[in-house]
């Protein structure tokens, strides 16, 4: 069987060279490999993620010369599907609803920091302070007869308590240097959502079921979702699915040593297209090899 890359960018903004870096390494990979390529567009967030966008992520890669297989998976055709899964962990007992809002779960973090130093998950938010894992079925049905739009969270220490310990392969290297056996911490994360209020599911959710559903062998994906991966080890246990191998590479950075983003148009690909820009030169300012 071919190993399967995938590049998976979500259409909430133009892609910058930053993407084109990832994509143009899944391609390089899946190529000297003899491997497919898929595109998957991470669209579960309704309000953020925009038609026009998508539009320009299929003109941008077209433009660098980047062959993808039909047809793309977009996650927002497939919420039935992540709805599955957070039933079938809804029946092993591992989610919750919690009904808090950003205000109170901000209040809720102060008056822990006011006690003291309060833990922050890997990407420096802080842990859910939340009380609702305790709240009383009655409560619960309560808070929902009044209307109360829901989160369902996994209960992380039960979580990783019936896991047990987990490990992955990366081939490229965490922030630190981390590579080979990489042992998962899922627990810096604590209870994370899986399903948001107002969608039925959550990046960590849909990216570990379609990376199953879709075969996908080789995830080649930025440093900064690194940690992310102790969060999709866990579920895939918990799911019975069968893990990839990982392979995290370096963000390029801007003039500032800033992390490179979508909203800033100096590195977007149409932006520097306009601009005279070709494939070739958009390789060459990210350091890869001519094609
Ligand atoms: N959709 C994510 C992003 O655009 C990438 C997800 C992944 O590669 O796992 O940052």
Not at 129 to 156: K, Q, Y
Not at 192 to 197: D, N, S, W
Request: aromatic share 8%.
């Amino acid at each position: 069987m071919p190993p399967v890359f995938r590049f998976a960018p979500s259409p909430n903004g133009y892609l910058h060279l930053g993407h084109a870096y990832s994509a143009l390494l899944n391609a390089e990979l899946a190529r000297q490999s003899g491997g497919r390529l898929l595109l998957r567009i991470e669209d579960i967030d309704r309000a953020r993620c925009k038609p026009a966008f998508e539009a320009a992520i299929y003109v941008d890669l077209a433009w660098l010369g980047i062959e993808w297989e039909t047809p793309v998976r977009r996650q927002s055709e497939h919420f039935e599907q992540y709805r599955a899964a957070t039933d079938r962990l809804n029946a092993q007992g591992l989610l919750y609803p919690s009904f808090e809002s950003r205000a109170e779960i901000a209040r809720l973090v102060a008056a822990e920091q006011i006690r003291g130093k309060w833990p922050h998950d890997p990407d420096g938010v802080p842990l859910y302070p939340g009380i609702a894992r305790s709240l009383t079925p009655s409560a619960v049905a309560e808070l929902r007869r009044a209307g109360a739009p829901t989160a369902l969270r996994l209960d992380m220490a039960e979580a990783s308590r019936r896991a047990g310990a987990l490990q992955w392969t990366e081939f490229g290297a965490g922030p630190s240097g981390e590579s080979g056996a990489v042992a998962a911490r899922p627990e810096a994360w604590g209870d994370v959502i899986l399903a948001r209020k107002e969608i039925p599911t959550s990046y960590h959710l849909s990216v570990v079921i379609d990376d199953a559903l879709q075969g996908v062998t080789d995830v080649v994906r930025g440093q900064d979702l690194f940690w992310s991966t102790s969060v999709h080890r866990l579920l895939q246990t918990l799911l019975g699915l069968e893990p990839p191998t990982y392979r995290h590479h370096p963000l390029l950075r801007d003039e500032g040593g800033g992390k490179l983003a979508k909203s800033t148009g100096a590195t977007a690909l149409r932006e520097l297209r306009a601009r005279g820009a070709g494939p070739a030169d958009i390789r060459r300012m990210i350091g890869l090899p001519a094609a």
